[in-house]
T-cell receptor, first 114, second 118 residues
């Protein structure tokens, strides 16, 4: 059974600081997703990481994937209040690009304070 | 594109009643997924379809839950009879075919149906 673990689950940080969210998964996969969810809202896709060493950046967020370590990171640079949300990583259970349902981590509830 | 459309957005029902949640996937998408989100269990995959055919329903919690996809543009998730522990947000999501997912396309989520069973 595929397990996806995120840490930390809760994070309170100040504006302007940097931090990293970690996502570990238990079985081989080469497709990893990061989603953002605002309270009471749907999930918004942030990044899709497809291969070992993949790095993607959008604004103050940067995601990377190490398939050998089964680890992805979401790095926040110079945080701003608008980035407050819950961030989920999700892993496809089969290597090779299958469209099977994703397994999600528990999410990281991020609060950025002025 | 209108995105994945779900209805109702909110429903409050009494224990024992039948609940039907509806989903219209993004036009042209081959895969449709139903997820449930609760504080305790997070996001759980209930069932998914490929070209209207159920592929994996191992996440459906009990026989009280059933899902159908009669055509490419419509799916339902039914709970009969409903119980208070079914209270959750139910998300429908859709995506393109397998080969395009390998190219980096993502899975798109609807706004969710907030279900409260009292």
């Amino acid at each position: 059974e595929l397990k996806v673990e995120q840490n930390p689950l809760f994070l309170s940080m100040q504006e302007g600081k940097n931090y990293t969210i970690y996502c570990n998964y238990s079985t081989t996969s080469d497709r990893l997703y990061w989603y953002r969810q605002d309270p009471g809202k749907s999930l918004e896709s942030l990044f899709v990481l497809l291969s070992n060493g993949a790095v993607k950046q959008e604004g103050r967020l940067m995601a990377s994937l190490d398939t050998k370590a089964r680890l992805s990171t979401l790095h926040i640079t110079a945080a701003v209040h608008d980035l407050s949300a819950t961030y989920f990583c999700a892993v496809a259970p089969h290597s090779g690009g299958g469209a099977d349902g994703l397994t999600f981590g528990k999410g990281t509830h991020l609060i950025i304070q002025p | 594109d209108a995105g994945v459309i779900q209805s109702p957005r909110h429903e409050v029902t009494e224990m024992g009643q039948e609940v039907t949640l509806r989903c219209k996937p993004i036009s042209g998408h081959d895969y449709l997924f139903w997820y449930r989100q609760t504080m305790m269990r997070g996001l759980e995959l209930l069932i998914y379809f490929n070209n209207n055919v159920p592929i994996d329903d191992s996440g459906m919690p009990e026989d009280r839950f059933s899902a159908k996809m009669p055509n490419a543009s419509f799916s339902t998730l039914k709970i009969q009879p409903s119980e208070p522990r079914d209270s959750a947000v139910y998300f429908c999501a859709s995506s393109l075919a397998r080969v395009l997912l390998s190219s980096g396309n993502t899975i798109y989520f609807g706004e969710g149906s907030w279900l409260t069973v009292v």
